[in-house]
């Protein structure tokens, strides 16, 4: 702190700009600082740790189920064409930068609660992530979606996968599939439709 005691300095202003950088080396620090002990919650208890973590999965819950609708939008519109990608899973990864699961993911869950907008509620309450929307991409209809959304509340993907098995016989899920898998890969690879779905692995 030497610095900040009167030595020879043409001015008041030659003084302040040798304190100046102290000061901010100083502020510097403490951010990091403060930054180091946010991720430090050793100072946790039990009770205090499980409730954050409650609050903050419910709170990722719903910032999901703010994101996709607006992907929802931001395809219906055509944005990621206006803005030079070919595909709104291209601006996820290049402009957002997700990674290829996490925007094959998204864009796909996207697509299936725009045409069945009751499932953005429940991916918002946690009780239907975005895996589960994968799997039932291919399968669900105007018909089945409300039963299936139900039956497929709070599973895990791979209770979803069994039951999706069970109800489309895999005769019916390849026949299905194969059409579907096609328009998938041209989705993924020039801009797709809602009716389409990529990648989600």
């Not at 189920?65 to 395809?75: N, Q």
């Not at 291919?138 to 979803?160: D, G, I, M, W, Y």
Request: charged fraction near 25%; proline fraction near 3%; aromatic fraction near 6%.
């Amino acid at each position: 702190m030497r610095f900040l005691r009167p030595i020879e300095f043409e001015g008041i202003f030659g003084l302040k700009t040798r304190v100046w950088p102290i000061v901010g080396l100083q502020k510097s620090r403490a951010v990091r600082g403060g930054m180091r002990e946010r991720y430090r919650l050793v100072g946790l208890g039990n009770s205090e740790l499980l409730a954050g973590l409650s609050d903050l999965v419910r709170r990722s819950n719903e910032l999901t189920g703010d994101v996709l609708p607006h992907l929802a939008e931001l395809e219906e519109r055509k944005l990621h064409l206006e803005l030079g990608f070919r595909s709104t899973f291209a601006y996820c990864v290049e402009a957002l930068g997700m990674s290829e699961g996490a925007a094959g993911r998204r864009v796909t869950g996207a697509r299936v609660c725009r045409r069945f907008p009751e499932a953005f509620a429940l991916v918002a309450r946690g009780e239907l992530h975005l895996s589960a929307l994968c799997e039932l991409g291919p399968h669900v209809n105007p018909e089945n979606a409300s039963e299936l959304f139900e039956a497929c509340r709070r599973k895990t993907r791979r209770q979803v996968e069994h039951l999706l098995a069970a109800r489309f016989p895999r005769s019916d899920v390849s026949e299905q599939g194969g059409r579907r898998a096609a328009r998938g890969h041209r989705s993924a690879a020039g801009g797709g439709t809602s009716g389409n779905y990529g990648n989600c692995s």
